[in-house]
C-alpha cells in the first residue's frame, strides 16, 4: 500500500506573507486616492516637459586648435523635441574712440559774461588796482600825473585785478573750455586734448601743466590770449605771431609771452597810464 507524500510544512512567517500578498491583490484603494495620485502623475509629466537637455555639438574654431566638444542648451518640448534656447551673447568689445571729444568753443564775451555774475568778493580786498604814492611823489603824481578813471569803469578794471587772482580750476568746465579753445585754434584741431601733456609745449607753454605758467596773471593771462583769439580784426594777426613763434630762427614759447605780455599790462593799468585811453573808449 502506497503511502501518501510527506507534505513539508512552511514556516508561520511565510504564511503570514502569503495571505497578506493575497490580501493586496484584492485591495482596490479609494477614489480620492486615485485622484491625488493622478495628479501627482501630472505634475510629475509636466516637470519633466520643463527639464533642459544638453547636447554635444561640435564646432570648429578658427581661432585655435581647441576642438573640444561645445555644449548648446535647449529644453525638451511636449513632444519630446528639443528647441534650442538663445545663448547670452558677450559684451561687445570697447570703443576704442570712446575718449575722443569734441567740446565747443568759447570767446571772450562769454567768459566775461561768466566772471560778470560770480561774486568776487573773496579775491577784492587783496586786490591792488592803484599804485599809491605819498609825499612828494604823490603830490606831483596828482599834479602832473595820469588822469582819473572814470567812475563808472572802476568795477570793470577791478575786476580784471579779481580774476588775476583766479586759479586754474579743474572741475570749473569754462576754465578747461579756455585752455581747449586756445590750443585748437592755434593748432588748428577739432578733436580736445588731454589737460597734462607735453603737447602744450606746440602753443608755448612751458611744461606739463599750463596753470604752472600762470603765476601773477591767473585765469586773466588765458583771457588775454583768447580775446586775441576769438577776434576776427586780431585772428589773423595771432595766427602769424604762431608761425613765427615756430621759426627756426625767432622761435619763442608764444603763450609764454602773452602771458607776460598781460602781466604787462596790469601793471601798466595799476599806474594809471591806461586811463586815459579807457576814458575815450567808453565814450
Known amino acids: ?8 510544512e512552511l514556516p508561520s512567517d511565510s504564511i503570514d506573507v502569503a495571505e497578506r500578498n493575497l490580501k493586496n ?11 491625488t495620485q493622478a495628479d501627482d502623475y501630472l505634475t510629475a509629466q509636466e516637470e519633466w516637459d520643463a527639464v533642459q ?20 542648451i535647449g529644453s525638451i518640448g511636449s513632444n519630446g523635441s528639443c528647441y534650442s534656447i538663445k545663448q547670452p551673447q558677450p559684451p561687445s568689445p570697447p570703443n576704442l574712440h570712446s575718449n575722443v571729444r569734441i567740446s565747443p568753443h568759447t ?6 559774461d561768466f566772471f560778470m555774475r560770480q561774486d568776487m568778493s573773496h579775491v577784492m580786498d587783496v586786490i591792488r588796482p592803484t599804485m599809491e604814492r605819498r609825499g612828494v611823489n604823490g603830490l606831483i603824481r596828482t599834479i602832473f600825473g595820469p588822469k582819473k578813471l572814470k567812475p563808472q569803469l572802476l568795477d570793470e578794471r577791478n575786476l580784471l585785478f579779481a580774476i588775476a587772482q583766479c586759479q586754474m580750476d579743474n572741475s570749473e568746465p569754462l576754465h578747461l573750455q579756455i585752455l581747449q579753445t586756445i590750443y585748437k585754434v592755434l593748432t588748428s584741431t577739432k578733436i580736445d586734448c588731454p589737460r597734462y601733456g607735453s603737447h602744450w609745449d606746440a602753443v608755448g607753454f612751458q611744461g606739463n ?18 580775446y ?56
Open 1 to 8: 500500500m502506497l503511502e501518501a507524500p510527506l507534505q513539508k
Open 25 to 35: 491583490q484584492n485591495y482596490a484603494p479609494p477614489r480620492s486616492e486615485r485622484i
Open 53 to 72: 537637455c544638453v547636447e554635444p555639438i561640435i564646432r570648429r574654431n578658427t581661432r585655435s586648435n581647441d576642438s573640444s566638444p561645445k555644449k548648446s
Open 107 to 112: 570767446d571772450f564775451d562769454e567768459v566775461w
Open 209 to 226: 601743466d599750463p596753470a604752472t605758467d600762470l603765476r601773477g596773471v591767473g585765469l586773466l593771462g588765458l583771457i588775454h590770449a583768447l
Open 228 to 283: 586775441l583769439l576769438t577776434h576776427e580784426a586780431t585772428l589773423p594777426l595771432a595766427r602769424d605771431i604762431y608761425k613765427l613763434s615756430h621759426d627756426q630762427v625767432s622761435q619763442f614759447p608764444l603763450m609764454v609771452l602773452c602771458i607776460n605780455v598781460t602781466r604787462i599790462s596790469l601793471q601798466t593799468l595799476r599806474e594809471g597810464l591806461l586811463n586815459k585811453r579807457s576814458n575815450s573808449e567808453q565814450n
